[in-house]
């Protein structure tokens, strides 16, 4: 056989290797995620001793680090020898993210929708984990598929921690995600306090709306967080911004019948007979809705219909 010949005879079997090697290479891949996923260190250990690539990633991009940073919050589908997870809940696996970050993982790996292992961390309270990947120097600014940070996450969880940990790490205080919320518009529809308070010291715009133009007292004052309601305004909130439907915060309060934040809005100077582009008022759309208490509330304060 002739120089050519020989290549060829090699390229072969090469090609007829090549499934076997990545079906193997699959397999423990596999492995390394379900054993991530459980928890487990002891045999993501064994399994990265024999191979596995701390970087594999499954049919989901789910890697080990994915898995390990959110918690082994993860729900396990076994179709025989099929694999497949998605997000469930956490049970906080800090240690095997520092086993994978070391044995080479990279610290910002990203799945089918785009989501980092630090979105992970940050959505379900890891700050372990969180803080591990930050110190990997995980960027804090990536986005997923609908443009949401692992800042959005902790935000609207409250983890107020991570929310510390991601600011100090440069995550932006105001970055967006393609309906336009921030950060901030997050924990101010979820009634996050303290997250609220931290990310406007940071810097985070509290005049800031959606791409509906809905505000964050707006969003606040639709969940009737009262205080969340008060540190907007505080730090510059507009009382009587509209969104794009000329809605009021007041007007969203009435409308969910958020007695509390309507009594608040209209101690702080609140225009009670505010008209929306409908021509509604607060009053008319309290008693629309069947809301009583706010309806008698706007009545004694001189609410018009």
């Given at each position: 056989m002739n120089?050519?010949?020989?290549?060829?005879?090699?390229?072969?079997?090469?090609?007829?290797?090549?499934?076997?090697?990545?079906?193997?290479?699959?397999?423990?891949?596999?492995?390394?995620?379900?054993?991530a996923l459980r928890g487990d260190s002891t045999e993501v250990r064994k399994l990265l001793s024999k191979g596995a690539s701390p970087n594999f990633a499954d049919k989901d991009g789910c890697t080990p680090l994915i898995a390990a940073a959110g918690g082994g919050?993860?729900?396990l589908?076994?179709?025989?020898?099929?694999?497949?997870?998605?997000p469930a809940a956490s049970r906080g696996t800090a240690e095997i993210v520092r086993i994978l970050l070391a044995a080479g993982a990279s610290p910002d790996p990203q799945d089918n929708r785009r989501s980092t292992a630090l979105m992970y961390a940050a959505e379900y309270g890891n700050t372990e984990s969180a803080r591990a990947l930050l110190d990997a120097h995980a960027n804090p600014n990536l986005a997923d598929s609908q443009g949401v940070t692992a800042l959005h996450f902790a935000a609207r969880g409250g983890k107020t921690e991570i929310v510390s940990q991601l600011l100090r790490s440069g995550a932006t205080p105001d970055s967006r995600t393609i309906q336009g919320a921030t950060p901030l518009g997050v924990a101010a529809s979820s009634g996050r306090t303290e997250v609220v308070r931290s990310l406007l010291a940071a810097g985070a715009d509290p005049k800031g709306h959606d791409s509906h133009g809905q505000t964050w007292l707006i969003s606040a004052a639709y969940g009737g967080f009262v205080e969340v309601m008060s540190a907007l305004v505080e730090a510059g909130a507009e009382l009587m911004a509209r969104d794009e439907g000329g809605n009021s915060a007041l007007t969203h309060a009435a409308y969910m019948g958020q007695t509390a934040a309507t009594a608040w809005l209209l101690d702080h100077g609140a225009e009670i007979n505010a008209r929306d582009k409908a021509g509604r008022t607060a009053l008319g759309v309290a008693r629309k809705r069947g809301h009583v208490d706010v309806a008698a509330l706007l009545e004694t304060r001189g609410g018009a219909e």
């Open positions: 120089r050519l010949g020989s290549g060829i005879m090699i390229s072969i079997l090469a090609m007829a290797v090549m499934p076997v090697w990545h079906a193997a290479e699959a397999s423990i891949g596999n492995k390394l995620v379900v054993a919050a993860k729900e589908e076994v179709w025989g020898n099929a694999i497949t997870s998605k």
